[in-house]
């Protein structure tokens, strides 16, 4: 038999592929152009003298000959992951601490099973999370109370490193029965003689704020709340609406308790980031803490994409 030419990162292009349905969002996952993952694809599909994915249906399907090297894929990846770890382990050592802050009530939500996976893969790394919300977690990296942080806004800093965790949806959230529950998508002035109802945190923190009302010259009266489920009672009963990233309220969209509406035409957008001091960057389960977390996002999260 000839050589393979089959590589690792054929298996990753086609879980991407099959994760997202689409070749241009899998192409930004893995970082590539989606020409490069295009010339991929076609590489591939001119050694074997097979399909692989059937460009005539959106999503993109993979046929059966994808499948087959799918389920490969599904079944080597993870033990080429843990191999890796377990030399890095050997090479760097077991142990360490990671301590996380984060500046999003709704952080907990991913970041909690994240760490879950984690702890199976370094048992000896010990995990926390600095309590509270913090409005500077970049400043409990400098000042050594925190190992990593969890931002919105990568903030130019010599001594941290900035790496991009994902993009996520925002979308308003009003009774079923509210009269904006109909539109396609609301406008900064929807907001004018609503309540907006957010978690307790300063305006810049807020991108439905800081990105399209202030902007517009419009601040709608305020009601706080530090409790999602809190905030979603209070939209239900007509108290006022709120913004919020979409796979934090996912749940109560299923349910029907509330309605979701875009904001802006275009749909509004945040992103999340993870800081971590630079001299730290280059630790094996700090690397492997930063994958884990989004390959656990993107396995369980909706309305998110690869920054």
């Known amino acids: 038999m000839s050589q393979s030419q089959l590589e690792l990162r054929h298996l990753r292009t086609l879980v991407a592929i099959a994760s997202v349905g689409n070749l241009s969002a899998a192409a930004k996952r893995l970082h590539l152009t989606q020409s490069a993952l295009s010339h991929q694809l076609k590489m591939l599909e001119t050694a074997y003298g097979v399909s692989l994915i059937d460009r005539r249906r959106q999503p993109v399907v993979l046929t059966h000959a994808g499948e087959c090297l799918l389920a490969l894929a ?28 984060v500046e999003c009530h709704t952080c907990y939500d991913w970041l909690m099973p994240a760490m879950d996976d ?29 190992d990593l942080a969890v931002v919105s806004t990568p903030e130019p800093e010599e001594s941290v490193a900035f790496f991009p965790l994902f993009s996520h949806d925002i979308v308003a959230l009003v009774a079923r029965d509210h009269p904006l529950a109909s539109r396609p998508w609301l406008r900064p002035e929807d ?22 009302l202030l ?30 990233p979409f796979w934090a309220v996912q749940p109560y969209l299923a349910r029907g308790y509330v309605q979701a509406v875009p904001i802006g035409e275009q749909g509004l957008s945040g992103e999340l980031y993870a800081a971590i001091r630079s001299e730290d960057a280059s630790l094996a389960y ?10 656990v996002s993107f396995a369980a999260l909706a309305g998110i994409r690869a920054l």
């Open 118 to 146: 984690f702890r199976a893969h370094w048992p000896a790394v010990e995990l926390d999370i600095v309590s509270g919300f913090h409005t500077d977690p970049v400043g409990l990296l400098l000042t050594r109370r925190a």
């Open 74 to 101: 599904r079944t080597v990846l993870p033990q080429v992951e843990q191999a890796e770890r377990e030399l890095a382990q050997m090479a760097n050592g077991e142990a360490g601490m990671l301590r996380i802050a």
């Open 215 to 244: 902007p517009a010259g419009i601040n709608p009266p305020r009601r706080t709340t530090e409790l999602t489920i809190a905030m979603m009672q209070l939209v239900a009963s007509r108290r006022g609406i709120a913004a919020l």
């Open 286 to 295: 700090v690397e492997d803490f930063l994958v884990t977390v989004r390959e």
């Open 191 to 212: 907001f004018a003689d609503e309540t907006l109802i957010t978690y307790p945190v300063p305006d810049d923190r807020l991108d439905v704020v800081s990105r399209v």
